[in-house]
């Protein structure tokens, strides 16, 4: 069990920081795939298809839309 909370505190905290460098669009688009990644998973596991397909379609359309976000902020 203290395995896998050093490894959720590692990974939080390598995100973490490998964002301080990005531009508010590369950061949207990040977080955009991954958010759409695990609602993509979420969704699909639940509905009894494959976690992998929704993760992956689920984060190409999130990266899309954070990346679609974050040029219109910046303009």
Do not use: H, N, P
């Not at 905290?13 to 490998?18: K, L, N, P």
């Not at 508010?24 to 992998?52: D, K």
């Amino acid at each position: 069990m203290k395995l896998k909370k050093f490894i959720a505190i590692a990974a939080l905290v390598s995100v973490t920081a490998g964002c301080a460098g990005m531009s508010q669009t590369e950061q949207r688009t990040l977080s955009g795939g991954a958010i759409g990644a695990a609602g993509g998973a979420l969704i699909t596991g639940i509905a009894g298809g494959s976690a992998a397909v929704g993760a992956t379609l689920g984060g190409a359309a999130g990266a899309l839309t954070g990346y679609i976000l974050g040029e219109s902020k910046r303009k």
